[in-house]
């Protein structure tokens, strides 16, 4: 999937980005490698390969530390509220954005 400049104009303005016209070259330029490279790893062939935890466990045993979930009250709503410019009843109060 290729990439045109009105493409990368189109991202630009969604981004709120003002590129020139080198600029929009370069980005074009980068994306479409970008893209390239998800081309090449779609096609290597994965089927039977177990998704890896982490790139280690490739070349060695990785034991995983675990913890026994526990659960525990520890919520301090006045300190978590202490900074907020507006509380209500425990709630935080927030300025109205849709009318």
């Known amino acids: ?11 630009a303005h969604l981004a709120r980005l003002e590129l020139d ?4 070259a370069a980005m074009l ?5 970008f893209f390239a490279i998800v ?6 062939d994965t089927t039977g ?5 982490t790139p280690l466990s ?7 530390r675990l913890r026994e979930d ?3 009250e520890c919520i301090d709503r006045e300190a978590n509220q202490a900074s ?10 927030v300025p109205r954005v849709i009318e």
């Open 39 to 44: 081309e090449r790893m779609r096609a290597v």
């Open 58 to 64: 490739a070349v060695q045993e990785v034991a995983l």
């Open 70 to 72: 526990a659960t525990a």
């Open 29 to 33: 330029e980068q994306l479409n490698g």
């Open 1 to 11: 999937m290729a990439l045109t400049p009105s493409d990368v104009g189109r991202i």
């Open 84 to 93: 907020a410019p507006a509380v209500q009843d425990g709630l935080f109060l």
């Open 49 to 53: 390969v177990a998704p890896l935890y």
């Open 21 to 24: 016209a080198a600029e929009q």
